[in-house]
C-alpha cells in the first residue's frame, strides 16, 4: 500500500454510508463498498470487510434497516436503505462535519508569524 | 437516552436470534468476496488470484465475524445465561442445601400468602361493584321498642323504612335485599331432582344501583319490583354447574319454593351477591306470595307479611351515595328521613328511649362487624409473619455457612480476575434463583392453603388469591432474594485475593465478628420461637377446654335435617303433615327415636322471650318484664331423643295435642332462678297480664343450646303443636350405627312424602355442635401448626449452623485433642455454646411471649394468659430442640480424630 493514501476517520465511515444510502437509495453491502472506493477516488483505504461492522452499529441505531433482495447479477443480497431517524441524524452530522472540517481547515490555512 | 433504549433492544432481539444471524452473516460476507472476485475476474485475472485478491481487499473474515459477534448483542445477556447455569449447577452440587432452602421458603412465604389471601378477602376486598368508594352498607344501632326483627339487630330494616329511606333520603340508590330464609338457603328444582339453592329477594334497583352487569339476558327493573314478577337472574357458578354455561338459558323456568320463575339474566362473572361468605345462586324480585314471606317465616294468620307489617325488621340494606357528597353530608341527611320512618307502624314513641342511629360502612366482599374473626386473623398474620421472619434467618445462615465454604473459589475468581461486580451478580443471580423455586413451590402450596382456611373457616364465597395477593408475594419474594444475594456478599468480598493462597488452617479462625452476628441471629430466632410456642400453647389450652366441655345432651347418634312441606296450606295441613311425618320416620328400620324442633341445637339461633308471671306472682321475686329466657319449640319424644336427663316430670308426649292443655318444660336454671325450687312441676306460667297459662310439666338437666361456648340460660320449651304456624321444622332422629350412613334411606322415604321437599342442611348433630366453635379450632389449630413449623425451622437451623461451626473448628478441636483434652471436654465446649445461646434467646422471648399473649387474651377461653404451663411447655420445648440439634454435632466433634484433623491441614 501507498504511503499517500490515508485510513479512514473513525466515525466517518459511518457517516459516509449514510449519505451513500440517502443519494442513492438501498443498497447492499458490496455496492456501498463500490461506491465509496469510487468518490474516493482511490485516496483511502478499506478493507471492505470494515462496512459491515459499521452496517450493524447503524442498524442497531434505526438508522438504517435491511432487507434481503436479489442483485443486478442474480445473487441474495442484504439490501440496506436509511429511515426517517436516519435522514434526521444524516443532517445532523454533516452540519457537525462540515463545522469542524471548516475549524480545521481555518487552523491549517493560518500563515507563520514573521 | 433513546437512541441507547433502541440499541438496547436491538441487541436483545439479536440475542435470540444468534444462530440465524452467524448464517445469514456468513452468507452476506461469502456473496460480497464472490462479487468482488467476479469483478477481478472480468478485469483479466486469474479465476485464483481473483479470489486472493477478493480475499484481501475484503480484509479478515474471521476477527470481522468476531467483532460482529460482540457487537451484535450485549454480554450482559451471555453473562446471565452464564451465571444461570452456573447458578443451577451450584444448587444441584449441594442438593440437600438446596431442598431445604426450598422447602423452608416454600412454607414460609406458602403460609404468608394463605392466610394473607383471606385476611384481604375478608378485612379489604370491596364488592365488584360500580365505583366501591360510593357504595355503602348501611347499619342501624338497633330498632324501636315495640318493633321485632329477624336476623341480625344491626342490619335489618322494615320495608316501610326503605321505601320511605328510597324516596325523601337524599341517597341516589337504596337498595334491599332479604335472605330466603335463615340459612340463606331455599328449595329449588331445574331439573328432576329437587335441592337446595342459595338466592335472595331483592329491590329492582339491586343490578342497577350496585352497577353489576349481566353477562347474558338482563338484570332487573323497577317493574319487576313493583309487578313481584316471577322472573330470576342466576350467578356466573350456577350457570356453570346446572346450565353448562349455555347461552338458551334465558327464558328456561326455574321452580323455586315450587314457584315458576322465567330466568332473564346471567349475572356478571365473579359477583356472588352481597352475603358475605355465603355466595349465591340467584336473585328474584321482591314477592308477594305468602311463600316468599321474608327470611322464610311464615306469614300471620291475617296475611301479614314483610311488605305489610311496618314493624317487621328484616330487610337489609345497601345504599349509593350521590356524586359530590360526602359520606357524612349524606348520611346527615339521611338520618332524619330514617329516625321519623322507623316509627312507622308504632302506635307511641317510648319516653327515654334510644332512638335507632343510622351509619354506614364500605362495600366491601364482607360487611363485617364480627371484630373476633378479625382479629384472629390479624393474629395468624402476625404469627406466619413471625415463621417467615424465622425461615430468612434459616436461609440467610445456611447461605452464609455454605458461602463461607466457598471463601475460597471467590478469593481465587477474585485473584484472576473476577470484578467485584462479577461476584455480587452471581450471588444475586444464584439467591434469585433460589427465591424462585422456593416461590413457584410456595404459590401451589398457597392455593391450597387458601382452599382449606377457606372451608375452615366456612367461608364459600371465593377466596383464590388475586392480583393484589401475587403482589403482596411478589414483594415478598423479591426483598427475600436481595437479602440472600446481598447477605453473604461482604463474607465472600472480605476474603480478598490473598486468601487464594494461604492455607486452610489459617482461615479456621473464624472471625469473632462473624459469629457474633450469628448468633445474634440464632438468639432471635430462639425468642420469635418461644412467643410462637406460648402463643400456640394457649390456643391449643382453649381448644382442648372447648372440646372437653359438656353439652348435657348425647350427640353421637343423631341425625338432623330441616324439612319443609311444600304442599301445605293451613296450621292444620301443617300440624298434620309433621305428626304424620314424625310417626312414619319412627317406624323406619335402624331408627331408635325421632323428634322435631324449632331452632337446631348448636346452630346458634335462638328465640329469646321474656316477661311472665308464675302462678300469678313475680316470678322468685324478680320484676315481670325483666325475667327473660331462651325458648325452642319441639316436639313430643325430644329429650328422650336428645339424651338430655329428664330430674322431674315428663318429656312432650303425642298426647300433646292442639286443643288438650298447654304444657312447657323448663331447665334447672330457670326453674331455680324464677321458680325457686328445681321442684317446679305443676305450676303455671303466664304471660305478665295473667294470660295464656302454660302448665310446667317437665324440669330437665341444664345443657348447651345455641352453641358450645355458650353461658347457662334459662330456658323453656313448647310443645310445636300448641304455638302458631310452623312452617320448617328439623328433624331429630336418634340411629344405630353412623347417622351419614343413614342420609340415603332417608332421602328415598321423604321422596315418597313429598317429591319437592329436599333435605335442609343434614348433618350429625356432633357436627352441628362442633361448627359453632370452628373458628376457634381452626385458629387454634393453625397456631399449633405455625408452632411446629417455627420449631422445625429453629432445629433445622441451629443444626446447619453448629454443624458448619464445627467443621470449620475441626482443625482446633484436633490441636486441643493432642494436647489431652477429653472427649466430654469438647462436646460440652460446643453444647455449653449453644446452651448459652439458648438461655439468652428464652429469656429475650419470655417478655415478647407476654406481650404476645395479652394480645391474644380476647381469644381464649379457661385459660389465663399467663398461663404457667404454657410458658413453661415453650421454654423447655425450645430448649430440648436446641439441645437435640446442637447434640449431634456435638457428638461429631468430639470423635474427631486429631491425627486425621491435624493432617488434612
Known amino acids: 500500500m501507498g504511503a499517500e493514501k490515508s485510513e479512514v476517520l473513525q466515525g466517518t465511515l459511518d457517516l459516509m454510508i449514510l449519505k451513500t444510502l440517502h443519494a442513492l437509495g438501498a443498497m447492499h453491502g458490496f455496492g456501498i463498498a463500490r461506491r465509496i472506493e469510487q468518490v474516493s477516488e482511490d485516496v483511502l483505504t478499506l478493507n471492505e470487510g470494515t462496512v459491515y461492522t459499521s452496517l450493524l452499529r447503524l442498524q442497531q441505531k434505526s438508522w438504517i434497516v435491511s432487507e434481503w433482495g436479489i442483485s443486478d447479477n442474480n445473487r441474495r443480497a442484504r439490501f440496506y436503505s436509511i429511515t426517517k431517524r436516519g435522514l434526521k441524524q444524516l443532517a445532523v452530522e454533516t452540519e457537525n462535519w462540515e463545522r469542524i472540517s471548516g475549524v480545521i481547515s481555518r487552523v491549517l490555512a493560518m500563515e507563520v508569524e514573521p | 437516552m433513546m437512541e441507547r433504549l433502541l440499541v438496547f433492544a436491538a441487541k436483545f432481539r439479536t440475542f435470540f436470534r444468534r444462530s440465524t444471524d452467524d448464517a445469514e452473516f456468513s452468507d452476506e460476507i461469502e456473496g460480497h468476496v464472490a462479487m468482488l472476485a467476479e469483478r477481478y475476474e472480468s478485469q483479466g485475472m486469474s479465476a485464483e488470484d481473483a479470489t486472493r485478491a477478493a480475499r484481501r481487499q475484503f480484509g479478515n473474515v ?80 338497633g330498632f324501636p321498642v315495640g318493633a321485632y326483627n329477624t336476623g341480625n339487630y344491626d342490619t335489618s330494616f322494615s320495608y316501610a323504612g326503605y321505601r320511605e329511606l328510597r324516596e325523601h333520603s337524599g341517597l341516589e340508590e337504596v337498595i334491599g335485599f332479604i335472605p330466603m330464609s335463615a340459612s340463606g338457603k331455599s328449595p329449588v328444582r331445574s331439573g328432576a331432582v329437587p335441592e337446595e339453592a342459595t338466592g335472595d329477594m331483592v329491590t329492582g334497583n339491586y343490578f342497577s344501583g350496585l352497577g ?130 322507623a316509627y312507622l307502624g308504632i302506635a307511641q314513641k317510648r319516653a327515654g328511649e334510644k332512638i335507632p342511629q343510622l351509619s354506614f360502612f364500605p362495600a366491601k366482599q364482607f360487611d363485617m362487624q364480627d371484630d373476633s374473626s378479625a382479629r384472629s386473623l390479624k393474629t395468624l398474620m402476625a404469627m406466619v409473619g413471625l415463621v417467615l421472619v424465622i425461615a430468612m434467618c434459616n436461609v440467610v445462615m445456611l447461605l452464609m455457612a455454605r458461602n463461607a465454604n466457598r471463601q475460597r473459589e471467590f478469593s481465587i475468581r477474585l485473584a484472576i480476575g473476577a470484578g467485584r461486580r462479577e461476584i455480587a451478580r ?140 311444600q304442599h301445605t296450606k293451613s296450621k292444620d295441613e301443617s300440624l298434620a303433615f309433621f305428626a304424620a311425618l314424625q310417626q312414619r320416620l319412627r317406624a323406619m328400620p335402624g331408627v331408635e327415636s325421632v323428634s322435631l324442633v324449632d331452632n337446631r341445637p348448636g346452630s346458634g339461633w335462638s328465640s329469646n322471650n321474656g316477661g311472665m308471671l308464675i302462678d300469678g306472682h313475680k316470678p322468685n321475686g324478680i320484676e315481670p318484664t325483666e325475667a327473660e329466657f331462651r325458648q325452642n319449640t ?55 297480664k295473667g294470660k295464656n297459662p302454660k302448665l310446667i310439666v317437665g324440669v330437665v338437666k341444664d345443657h348447651k343450646y345455641t352453641s358450645i361456648t355458650e353461658p347457662t340460660m334459662p330456658m323453656r320449651w313448647n310443645a310445636y303443636t300448641q304455638v302458631g304456624l310452623v312452617n320448617v321444622l328439623d328433624v331429630e332422629m336418634r340411629v344405630k350405627g353412623d347417622p351419614m350412613a343413614m342420609l340415603p334411606t332417608v332421602r328415598k322415604f321423604m321422596r315418597e312424602i313429598d317429591p319437592d321437599a329436599p333435605l335442609l342442611q343434614p348433618m350429625t348433630q356432633t357436627e352441628v355442635f362442633q361448627q359453632s366453635i370452628s373458628q376457634q379450632v381452626t385458629f387454634a389449630r393453625l397456631a399449633g401448626c405455625f408452632g411446629v413449623l417455627a420449631v422445625v425451622l429453629i432445629a433445622t437451623g441451629l443444626y446447619g449452623t453448629l454443624s458448619y461451626r464445627v467443621s470449620r473448628r475441626s482443625a482446633e478441636i484436633g490441636v486441643r485433642m493432642a494436647l489431652g483434652a477429653q472427649r466430654w471436654q469438647i462436646v460440652w465446649m460446643v453444647l455449653r455454646g449453644s446452651l448459652l445461646l439458648t438461655g439468652i434467646g428464652v429469656v429475650m422471648g419470655v417478655p415478647l411471649a407476654l406481650a404476645a399473649s395479652r394480645g391474644l387474651a380476647s381469644s381464649l377461653y379457661g385459660v389465663k394468659p399467663l398461663d404457667v404451663a404454657s410458658y413453661a411447655l415453650a421454654i423447655v420445648g425450645v430448649t430440648l430442640v436446641a439441645l437435640a440439634a446442637s447434640g449431634l454435632p456435638a457428638g461429631r466433634a468430639g470423635s474427631v480424630d486429631p491425627s486425621t484433623a491435624l493432617r488434612a491441614e
Not at chain 2, 452440587?93 to 400468602?113: E, H, I, S
Not at chain 2, 444464584?430 to 391450597?448: C, D, I, K, M
Not at chain 2, 463474607?491 to 469473632?512: K, W, Y
Open chain 2, 62 to 141: 474471521t476477527l470481522l465475524t468476531q467483532k460482529r459477534k460482540e457487537a451484535r448483542t450485549t454480554m450482559f445477556f451471555s453473562n446471565v445465561a452464564r451465571d444461570l447455569r452456573y447458578g443451577v449447577r451450584q444448587l444441584l452440587k449441594t442438593p440437600v442445601f438446596t431442598l431445604v432452602c426450598v422447602l423452608t421458603l416454600a412454607l414460609g412465604v406458602g403460609a404468608n400468602t394463605a392466610v394473607f389471601s383471606v385476611m384481604y378477602a375478608v378485612l379489604a376486598k370491596m364488592l365488584p361493584v360500580n365505583d366501591a368508594s360510593r357504595v355503602v352498607y348501611v347499619h342501624t344501632s
Open chain 2, 212 to 341: 353489576i352487569g349481566t353477562q347474558l339476558g338482563r338484570g332487573f327493573v323497577q317493574k319487576d319490583e313493583s309487578d313481584h314478577a316471577a322472573v330470576t337472574v342466576i350467578s356466573d357458578s350456577f350457570w356453570q354447574s346446572h346450565y353448562a354455561r349455555s347461552a338458551d338459558v334465558i327464558g328456561k323456568t326455574l321452580f323455586i319454593k315450587t314457584h315458576p320463575f322465567t330466568i332473564v339474566g346471567v349475572a356478571a362473572k365473579g359477583f356472588e351477591g352481597t352475603e358475605g361468605r355465603l355466595p349465591l345462586d340467584f336473585w328474584i324480585p321482591l314477592q308477594n306470595h305468602p311463600d316468599f314471606n321474608a327470611w322464610g317465616n311464615p306469614v300471620e294468620d291475617d296475611g301479614g307479611s314483610y311488605l305489610t307489617i311496618e314493624r317487621f325488621w328484616c330487610m337489609k340494606l345497601m345504599a349509593r351515595i350521590p356524586a359530590g357528597v360526602s359520606n357524612q353530608q349524606a348520611l346527615a341527611k339521611a338520618q332524619g328521613t330514617f329516625q321519623q320512618a
Open chain 2, 426 to 565: 452471581q450471588l444475586l443471580t444464584e439467591s434469585f434463583l433460589l427465591v424462585t423455586l422456593g416461590g413457584a413451590v410456595a404459590w401451589v402450596f398457597a392455593t391450597v392453603a387458601t382452599r382449606a382456611l377457606g372451608a375452615w373457616s366456612r367461608i364459600d364465597s371465593n377466596l383464590q388469591p388475586d392480583a393484589t395477593v401475587m403482589w403482596f408475594t411478589l414483594s415478598i419474594l423479591v426483598v427475600l432474594a436481595l437479602v440472600f444475594g446481598l447477605a453473604p456478599l461482604r463474607a465472600a468480598m472480605s476474603s480478598g485475593t490473598e486468601l487464594a493462597l494461604r492455607s486452610s488452617a489459617t482461615v479456621s479462625q473464624a472471625s469473632v465478628k462473624k459469629s457474633r452476628a450469628g448468633n445474634a441471629v440464632i438468639v432471635a430466632q430462639i425468642a420469635m420461637c418461644v412467643a410462637l410456642l406460648v402463643g400456640a400453647g394457649l390456643l391449643l389450652g382453649t381448644l382442648r377446654n372447648l372440646l372437653k366441655i359438656d353439652l348435657g345432651q348425647k350427640t353421637n347418634g343423631l341425625l338432623v335435617f330441616g324439612v319443609r312441606p
Open chain 2, 634 to 688: 319441639v316436639g313430643s319424644d325430644f329429650f328422650h331423643t336428645m339424651g338430655v336427663p329428664i330430674l322431674q316430670g315428663r318429656d312432650f308426649s303425642d298426647a300433646d295435642t292442639a286443643t288438650s292443655q298447654q304444657v312447657i318444660i323448663v331447665n334447672e336454671t330457670f326453674a331455680k332462678k324464677y321458680v325457686g325450687t328445681t321442684n317446679a312441676v305443676g305450676h303455671t306460667m303466664t304471660n305478665t
